[in-house]
């Protein structure tokens, strides 16, 4: 008789606590974690597409989808959404390539990894106003965009704008 009152105690106890010690649980999990913010240089994407596939691909070529926006003088944007490659290379010059293409705009100097015109912006010595690019935030002048090599899911910025030379 005692132990059937010492069991059906136990069995009132983890009744209560069960739920109390879930509670304490999901509360401890979900009620802590911190929304994640997405990072200033993360620019909203829209809904452009382009694709490109290089030239003498195989099977196993990669294919990386990257996040490009292209922002000509005045803020306008000529091109922002996604990009698909497939290519041994994946080259940020090809991106830019197929989203110029896509939209049916001017281009000069892709290939050769300084790009001078795009739409209806060309580069501009007299205003040290120039086509450049970021890749997730890192400015790239060093490199010619026929030489930098993208990651899947990379954020391209390209801007038409003033250089300062210090």
């Given at each position: 008789?005692?132990?059937?009152?010492?069991?059906?105690?136990?069995?009132?106890?983890?009744?209560?606590?069960?739920?109390?010690?879930?509670?304490?649980?999901?509360?401890?999990?979900?009620?802590?974690?911190?929304?994640?913010?997405?990072?200033?240089?993360?620019f909203?994407?829209?809904?452009?597409?382009?694709?490109?596939?290089?030239?003498?691909?195989?099977?196993?070529?990669?294919?990386?989808?990257?996040?490009l926006?292209?922002?000509?003088?005045?803020?306008?944007?000529?091109?922002?959404?996604?990009?698909?490659?497939?290519?041994?290379?994946?080259?940020?010059?090809?991106?830019?390539?197929?989203?110029?293409?896509?939209?049916?705009?001017?281009?000069?100097?892709?290939?050769?990894?300084?790009?001078?015109?795009?739409?209806?912006?060309?580069?501009?010595?007299?205003?040290?106003?120039?086509?450049?690019?970021?890749?997730n935030?890192v400015?790239?002048?060093?490199?010619?965009?026929?030489?930098?090599?993208?990651?899947?899911?990379?954020?391209?910025?390209?801007?038409?704008?003033?250089?300062?030379?210090?």
């Open positions: 008789m005692l132990k059937n009152k010492i069991n059906k105690e136990r069995e009132k106890m983890r009744k209560v606590l069960f739920p109390v010690v879930l509670t304490v649980l999901l509360v401890a999990f979900f009620g802590c974690a911190q929304p994640e913010k997405k990072p200033e240089w993360q909203e994407v829209g809904t452009d597409v382009a694709e490109y596939e290089a030239p003498e691909v195989s099977e196993w070529s990669p294919v990386f989808v990257v996040n926006k292209v922002i000509g003088g005045n803020n306008d944007v000529l091109f922002n959404g996604k990009v698909t490659v497939k290519s041994d290379a994946q080259l940020v010059s090809e991106a830019l390539k197929a989203a110029m293409t896509e939209k049916g705009l001017a281009q000069e100097g892709i290939d050769m990894g300084f790009v001078t015109l795009l739409g209806d912006y060309a580069n501009n010595a007299e205003t040290n106003t120039y086509w450049l690019y970021s890749v935030d400015d790239s002048p060093s490199w010619g965009c026929n030489q930098y090599q993208m990651r899947d899911g990379d954020y391209i910025l390209w801007e038409y704008k003033v250089v300062t030379f210090d």
